[in-house]
């Protein structure tokens, strides 16, 4: 049985994805790094909310941001969490 350490940290990163902006941003990341601006055209929301929800992510160790020149490039830091995130998509989309 995992240390209920082990299991906080799981409770806090499923709760960091479920919101549906989040899911959306991880199914972004998956296909490549991204900035900002490219989060914002690709998912028609406003700048201040992606970097809200990318903020989010980013604590709970689900995205790594690293700048390059003036933007600063998102990537997920593996690919276990984008599974979750498929395989709830497409649970959802079977339901």
Known sequence: MPSKETLAGAGEILRALAAPVRIAIVLQLRQSQRCVHELVGALGVTQPLIS???RVLKSVGVVHGE???RE???RLVDDHLAHIVVD???HAEEG
Do not use: D, W
């Open 88 to 90: 709830a998509v497409a």
């Open 67 to 69: 700048r390059t020149g």
């Open 72 to 74: 600063v490039m998102y």
């Open 52 to 54: 809200q929800h990318l």
